[in-house]
């Protein structure tokens, strides 16, 4: 496990934490290592949000932040983690089993924590825990690489007007601690509201089904139960950068809205009346004209030299095509030499950049 865990980016004390959770977890039955689980849950949390603070200190220092378009709100306050905690050693409080932010179905204990939004996205972190391990051909967690699971779920929120509802979850991206633990970010983009802004707080429902893994053939794995969370979703803006772009080529499509965090960049897009929205697709690229890691409609900002980034908006099916023969090296004569960025400007129907401060720098970025 030290290897797996070497390879994710958390702070050195969360290895022994989860080393001495883990071996809790295998001495408890099966109640207790429901309560486990949550306090695992509570020290991934607590340690993320440690690291995380620790990063920005070091990143930023006293300096004001200052984003793409000049200057960045400031942070008033940090996310609020909510877990549920453990009980005593010789009795479980039925509240720790079966809460609002950890539910346990057909052997999968649930942790939700980390609920909050930002004006414009929703994001929840998840912690799944296994009573039996996973399956042996999921090898991936074993080289500690980055992975998306698939979610069936329906949320309902408390938002007034036409346009309250929250798009469903669909997916989780993150990485497995061990052969029985995954942990995950959930993130979804808010609506817009008819009388303004998304308020400072509301109450979320969420309900999954099924979570969905992809193992080294390409088939899945299904897991299958009932979690039923009721979570208050908390606004924090802190590290959000928000910058207007606002451009659009002569047919009316473009990028409008781009919104960078911590950990990710959202491009609104911007299409006529009559088109449909499913016919196009953002690709974002870092400094080097690489394509980011995707998250859904989110691109990936971790260990990416965002200095610089490169954003396009291309009709979806041709963007496919040239993403699977880049990849394959099918493209016309010499694209094997060519990053992507610059086959992506050729055929997009609008693009941009901009320029954020950046923890990595890459040693070729394009010109």
């Keep these: 496990m030290g290897r797996q865990l070497d390879r994710i980016p958390v702070p050195e004390k969360l290895d022994e934490v989860i080393g001495e959770s883990l071996r809790q977890l295998r001495r408890e039955k099966r109640k207790k290592r429901m309560t486990a689980a949550a306090g695992l849950a509570a020290a991934v949390s607590v340690c993320m949000a440690g690291y995380v603070l620790g ?5 930023y220092g006293e300096e004001e932040q200052q984003t793409a378009a000049g200057n960045i709100e400031a942070r008033t306050d940090e996310p609020e983690y909510l877990f549920a905690r453990g009980g005593e050693e010789d009795e479980i409080p039925a509240e720790h089993t079966d809460s609002v932010y950890l539910q346990e179905s057909e052997g999968i204990t649930l942790t939700v924590s ?24 999921l090898s991936r967690y074993r080289e500690g690489q980055g992975y998306t699971a698939e979610l069936e779920s329906r949320g309902a929120s408390e938002l007034e007007g036409e346009n309250s509802g929250i798009p469903d979850p669909d997916i989780m991206t993150g990485r497995f601690i061990d052969d029985r633990t995954f942990a995950g970010t959930v993130c979804t983009a808010l609506p817009d509201q008819e009388n303004g802004e998304i308020p400072d707080q509301f109450a979320y429902e969420w309900n999954i089904s099924s979570i969905s893994m992809e193992e080294d053939d390409g088939s899945k794995v299904t897991c299958r139960g009932d979690w039923n969370f009721q ?48 016919d196009y697709t953002v690709a974002v690229c870092d400094a080097s004209g690489a394509l980011m890691n995707e998250a859904g409609e989110y ?23 040239l993403k699977s023969g880049y990849r394959s090296g099918e493209n016309a004569a010499g694209s094997g030499s060519r990053i992507f960025a610059e086959i992506l400007k050729e055929h997009a129907l609008y693009s941009t950049e901009l320029h954020f401060r950046s923890q990595y720098l890459c040693v070729y970025q394009m010109a």
Excluded: W
């Design 299 to 321: 691109y990936r900002t971790e260990n990416r030299d965002i200095s610089t980034v490169y954003i396009f908006l291309c009709d979806r099916e041709e963007y496919e095509k």
């Design 114 to 137: 980390n609920v909050y939004h930002n004006g414009y996205t929703m994001y929840m972190t998840v912690l799944m825990r296994s009573e039996e391990p996973f399956s042996d051909s």
């Design 231 to 278: 979570v208050e979703v908390e606004k924090n803006t802190g590290r959000t950068e928000v910058t207007d772009i606002n451009g659009t080529n002569r047919n009316g499509e473009g990028i409008g809205r781009v919104v960078k965090t911590a950990d990710d960049i959202y491009a609104e897009i911007l299409i006529p009346e009559e088109a449909r929205s499913e």
């Design 55 to 59: 990063r920005n200190a070091v990143q």
